[in-house]
């Protein structure tokens, strides 16, 4: 079998949330694991608007495709549209292309990640870092997705970002998601750096 959610979120939920029940050893997380998948990770970093955002997203290549999974808490409460505000969650999510989350200008935090990555120059909906939407329950997000659009050395350097509002996946050129409200760094998982 393939890398399964849990061994890879299992290492880096630990450093997140050390008293979860369970996370006892993260040596051997890794040793449920086959080796030699090359995997990537993005710890989240709340920006201004919801604070309490934590999370993390691992990348793994398998032979069946990369497996994109998201673990997210903190995230807000439902919110209906009401006039020009859109819905708050379900929560647009996307691989923009600039891998520095600095939340910079606190009105449009982490402008400074770009827009979405999209190497094959096709319309949103369709971009290789377009993901489904966050469900979120009591503000919690687990979610895992297989995807062929990418492999994990093509987006090393590049960012995972968590909008307000949730994607139409056809408004040009990203969705009409709304503000940025959590933002990470996608890395090269070193697992020799966990033992
Ligand atoms: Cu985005």
């Not at 469900?135 to 979610?143: D, I, K």
Request: glycine share 12%.
């Amino acid at each position: 079998m393939y890398c399964s959610y849990p061994c890879q979120v299992w290492p880096f939920a630990r450093m997140l949330y050390p008293s979860f029940p369970g996370m006892g050893n993260r040596r051997m997380a890794y040793s449920a694991c086959p080796k030699g998948y090359k995997a990537a990770y993005a710890m989240l970093i709340a920006g201004p608007d919801y604070p309490s955002v934590t999370g993390v997203v691992t990348f793994t290549d398998t032979p069946g495709g990369t497996m994109v999974c998201a673990d997210v808490r903190g995230l807000p409460e439902y919110r209906p549209a009401e006039g020009d505000k859109g819905p708050v969650g379900p929560f647009g999510f996307h691989i923009h292309e600039g891998g520095h989350c600095d939340i910079g200008d606190p009105e449009k935090p982490f402008e400074g990640c770009g827009g979405h990555w999209n190497p094959t120059n096709q319309p949103h909906g369709n971009h290789a870092g377009d993901f489904p939407v966050l469900v979120a329950s009591s503000g919690r997000a687990r979610m895992c997705f297989m995807t062929d659009r990418f492999t994990v050395d093509e987006i090393i350097g590049r960012s995972v970002i968590i909008h307000e509002n949730p994607d139409d996946y056809r408004s040009q050129p990203s969705g009409n998601s709304g503000r940025r409200i959590a933002c990470g760094s996608i890395r090269l998982m070193d697992p020799s750096e966990s033992t």
